[in-house]
């Protein structure tokens, strides 16, 4: 801190590589900004953390590099980047890793916080978008390890149910107009930012999830409850309807009295 005044870098941890960091952005007009992602921008380090720091860029062919030298990681991406999203959800592969960058300094004057929270929320076609490329892989495998409960292939029913997450939890985020954490960041983000539907409080969806794990059938029923309606008010009731062996058999009546 110089002058009383803060930087952008007081917060960080010590590092000998940080001086010549800061020197580098400092003087470098090609940086724009700094973003800090990662367990560190979550408040999530342990003894094994890298601090990882983004910096965007103008141009991303003149400064960008990586290295990684006593935990910290330096990368560089250009404001383009940044700013354009794919339209296409299965380049999203590091959407999340902006959408909860902390940004650490702005020369933009604002644009850069803004292309991060971006990141972070869905428009409706990018929903529709996530939903479709998730809905048909979810439907497939939860109907998978329900069939395999119901006849007593337990092993193949708890493969079934562990196989349908990455296609659920897309899903739990999309009804709500959001993109789907890394799986570390799952219950920070349910803390964080909570849905705010009654009965999606994050100790009903982490302990749905939890149990699911197991394989339970009743796990994998009551997630289809929540989601269901969600669905249809998506636009997504016609896929629902016409899934096949039946969207019966993923409804809690359908069952009578029988649980796991």
Do not use: C
């Amino acid at each position: 801190m110089i002058g009383g005044m803060s930087s952008w870098h007081d917060a960080l941890p010590p590092s000998p590589h940080l001086d010549a960091l800061v020197e580098l952005v400092e003087n470098d007009p090609n940086v724009l900004g700094v973003l800090a992602v990662g367990s560190w921008a979550h408040g999530m380090t342990t003894e094994h953390s890298d601090l990882d720091l983004v910096l965007v860029l103008e141009r991303a062919e003149i400064s960008a590099r990586r290295r990684l030298e006593d935990r910290l990681d330096v990368s560089g991406l250009g404001i383009d980047r940044l700013r354009r999203i794919p339209r296409d959800p299965s380049r999203w592969w590091d959407r999340y890793r902006y959408a909860r960058a902390r940004v650490l300094l702005d020369r933009t004057g604002g644009e850069i916080q803004e292309y991060v929270d971006a990141h972070r929320v869905l428009d409706t076609d990018e929903v529709a978008d996530y939903i479709d490329m998730h809905l048909d892989g979810y439907l497939t495998f939860v109907s998978r390890s329900l069939m395999g409960h119901r006849e007593g292939r337990e092993r193949s029913a708890r493969l079934d149910a562990a196989e349908s997450l990455p296609w659920l939890v897309p899903l739990l985020f999309a009804v709500h107009g959001r993109v789907r954490p890394l799986n570390k960041y799952l219950a920070w983000e349910l803390d964080q930012e909570p849905f705010t539907s009654a009965g999606w409080e994050p100790d009903v969806i982490l302990g749905a999830v939890d149990r699911l794990l197991d394989g339970s059938a009743d796990a994998q029923r009551e997630l289809f409850a929540l989601l269901e309606p969600k669905l249809r008010e998506r636009g997504f009731g016609g896929a629902l309807d016409h899934f096949e062996p039946g969207i019966d058999l993923l409804r809690s009546d359908a069952w009578g009295d029988g649980g796991d």
